[in-house]
């Protein structure tokens, strides 16, 4: 489940992160890293614990561990 702002997740995630994120916004979240942000806030490019990256993954679909 994807946490909501109140609920203590920080809103913007630094580079370097550990988090987990719907890889191309399926239903289950996997171990992944924040490599960059895009300047809108809202949208993150992450690496996956087995090489896949996403390059335009929403805040929304992404939690830190």
Known sequence: ?????HQGEPFRLP?????EA??????????ALVV????DGEHY?????NGDRDARVPRSHARTK
């Open 1 to 5: 489940r994807v946490r909501a702002r």
């Open 15 to 19: 580079h370097g992160t550990s988090c």
């Open 22 to 31: 719907r890889f191309q916004g399926g239903q289950r979240a996997r171990a």
């Open 36 to 39: 960059n942000a895009w300047p």
């Open 45 to 49: 490019m992450v690496e996956f614990a």
